[in-house]
């Protein structure tokens, strides 16, 4: 599940693979963790668009 993180406080740090994580930062996580941080209110729901096909006419 994707997140964006809007919250961190100065004495807290997030690591998503060996990369600290900073406001604006869109990781993957799993669900659970993702629940965990959307109701600590660190992060919100990104939502997957489809991606569109370019049409060369």
Same mark, same amino acid.
């Given at each position: 599940m994707k997140i964006k993180f809007i919250n961190i406080e100065?004495?807290?740090k997030f690591v998503h693979?060996?990369?600290v994580v900073n406001v /604006?930062? @869109?990781i993957? @996580?799993?669900k659970n963790r993702?629940?965990?941080l959307i109701a600590r /209110?660190?992060?919100e729901a @990104?939502?997957?668009e489809p991606k569109k096909k370019?049409?060369?006419e």
């Open positions: 100065l004495n807290e693979n060996k990369k /604006g930062d @869109v993957d @996580v799993t993702a629940e965990d /209110g660190k992060a @990104v939502k997957d370019d049409s060369k």
